[in-house]
T-cell receptor, first 112, second 117 residues
C-alpha cells in the first residue's frame, strides 16, 4: 500500500479554519484518499474521501493537488469538538480489498 | 440510529479464560471487520468478513477467532486470552458489493477495552 505522511500534531483556535496536510507521493492512479478522525475515547469516524476532484460534505472539504501527490483536509470553522486524531489513508478498493491501513495521524488541538 | 454496537465496553479477565466480544450493526452492511489499537502501533486489522459465512484473516489474526452466522453480528472470540491481547478493540462495518468497487465509508463501534491479567 502507498504510504502517507502527516504532521504529528497541529494546533488551531476555535472558529478559525484548519488545514490538515497529507503527502502521498507514491499514490497510484486507482488509490482513493480517505480521511477519518478519532475523538478521545471513541472509534474512528469517517470524514470524507475523494479521487481527483475536490470534495465537500457537511463535515469538511478535501482539496486534492493536481498531481495527487498531496491533499488537504479543510475544517472551515474549528470547534472544540473537532479536537481529534486525523488519519489520511490511501485505499484502492480493488487491490487492497476492504482493508483500511491506519498510520499515526495528526493530533489536532483546538484552543478556545 | 445507524450504528455499530460493541459489548462490553470494558472487560478485565484472567489468562486462559475464554471470552467473546460482541459486535452488531443495524445498517444491513455486508462487510464487517475487527481492529485492535495499541500505543505506537496504531490500528491493525484482526479479521474481516465480506458477507455471511465468509471470513478471512487480517494482519494480526493469531489468538483470535470470528464467526459470521448472520449479517448483523460479527463476534470476536478469544479462546485462551493472554496478556499480549490486552488492547482496545474496534468493530467496523461498511456497505459492500461483490464484484464492484467497494469504496464506502466505514462505521466504527465505540470500542472495547480489554485487559488480560
Amino acid at each position: 500500500d502507498a504510504k502517507t505522511t502527516q504532521p504529528n500534531s497541529m494546533e488551531s483556535n476555535e472558529e478559525e479554519p484548519v488545514h490538515l496536510p497529507c503527502n502521498h507521493s507514491t499514490i497510484s492512479g486507482t488509490d482513493y484518499i480517505h480521511w477519518y478522525r478519532q475523538l478521545p475515547s471513541q472509534g474512528p469516524e469517517y470524514v470524507i474521501h475523494g479521487l481527483t476532484s475536490n470534495v465537500n460534505n457537511r463535515m469538511a472539504s478535501l482539496a486534492i493537488a493536481e498531481d495527487r501527490k498531496s491533499s488537504t483536509l479543510i475544517l472551515h470553522r474549528a470547534t472544540l469538538r473537532d479536537a481529534a486524531v486525523y488519519y489520511c489513508i490511501l485505499r484502492d478498493p480493488l487491490r487492497s480489498g476492504s482493508r483500511l491501513t491506519f498510520g499515526e495521524g495528526t493530533q489536532l488541538t483546538v484552543n478556545p | 440510529e445507524a450504528q455499530v454496537t460493541q459489548n462490553p465496553r470494558y472487560l478485565i479477565t484472567v489468562t486462559g479464560k475464554k471470552l467473546t466480544v460482541t459486535c452488531s450493526q443495524n445498517m444491513n452492511h455486508e462487510y464487517m471487520s475487527w481492529y485492535r489499537q495499541d500505543p505506537g502501533l496504531g490500528l491493525r486489522q484482526i479479521y474481516y468478513s465480506m458477507n455471511v459465512e465468509v471470513t478471512d484473516k487480517g494482519d494480526v489474526p493469531e489468538g483470535y477467532k470470528v464467526s459470521r452466522k448472520e449479517k448483523r453480528n460479527f463476534p470476536l472470540i478469544l479462546e485462551s486470552p493472554s496478556p499480549n491481547q490486552t488492547s482496545l478493540y474496534f468493530c467496523a462495518s461498511s456497505l459492500s458489493r461483490w464484484g464492484r468497487t467497494n469504496n464506502y465509508g466505514y462505521t466504527f463501534g465505540s470500542g472495547t477495552r480489554l485487559t488480560v491479567v
